[in-house]
């Protein structure tokens, strides 16, 4: 499996990007998908997380409202769609993939299979 993860960059605050994630190597509907964050200095995080067919979850409060995750099963590709960027949301994205099911009782898969190399998003104010 190989996950190849776009679109990261500079910008101003206030400004929009999209982060894209192709995956490859198996098929993308046998995956749970997530996109993670890592900020200067901190712990990585979970952003979101996509079932297998379909529906997407924000799980990070400050993005809910300025940020919004999709994956396209036919292209075999998850996105994040970022609005009215902050300085504190530059971090490097991670997108990863995880054989284990997203459920009511297990919203985010224990353990993720695949990582991508991750693409850095700068926000400047």
């Known amino acids: 499996v190989q996950l190849q993860a776009s679109g990261g960059g500079s910008v101003q605050a206030g400004g929009p990007l999209r982060l894209s994630c192709a995956f490859s190597?198996?098929?993308?509907?046998?995956?749970?998908m997530g996109w993670f964050r890592q900020a200067p200095g901190k712990e990585r995080e979970i952003v979101a997380a996509?079932?297998?067919?379909?529906?997407?979850?924000l799980y990070t409060d400050v993005v809910k409202g300025r940020f919004t995750v999709s994956r396209d099963n036919a292209k075999s590709t998850v996105y994040l769609q970022m609005s009215n960027l902050k300085p504190e949301d530059t971090a490097v994205y991670y997108c990863?993939?995880?054989?284990?099911?997203?459920?009511?009782?297990?919203?985010?898969?224990?353990?993720?299979?695949?990582w991508g190399h991750g693409t850095l998003v700068t926000v400047s104010s």
């Open positions: 990863a993939a995880s054989t284990g099911i997203i459920t009511s009782s297990l919203p985010i898969p224990n353990r993720w299979d695949h």
């Open positions: 996509c079932k297998r067919f379909g529906s997407c979850t």
């Open positions: 190597g198996r098929p993308f509907r046998d995956y749970s």
